[in-house]
């Protein structure tokens, strides 16, 4: 059966890193270009970068330029979401998505319009 799943999410103190991991199952993530987006509960659901099976990575919030990247591991098949400095502002559920897009959109597009999604990943960024 073909997963996505998110992991390695938690508690954080303002200031800290936090590193979250996309793992698939069934499929293989150096295939596919591969968002990342994040809900905080009552809001919609907003992109956060994205990261092309060609070409590099595309930020689609400005306040995590410079604090947050995304790296893909072909060997465990897996793309890991680092996030430093972390802000309770980015506290919220994140997810990672498959887009059969070769690049990165320009704009985060709709729920329907990626393939895989994940379960999400709780992110609480407080002291």
Known sequence: QLQVAESGG???QPGGSQTLSCAASGVTLAGYTIAWFRQVAGK???????IGRIGGITYYTDSVKGRFTVIRNSANNTVSL???????EDTGVYYCATDT????????STYEDYGYWGQGTQVTVSS
Request: glycine residues 8%; charged residues 25%.
């Open 82 to 88: 680092q996030m430093n400095s972390l802000k309770p």
């Open 44 to 50: 919609e659901r907003e992109g956060v970068l994205c």
């Open 10 to 12: 938690g508690l954080v």
């Open 101 to 108: 897009n070769p690049f990165c959109r320009r704009v985060p």
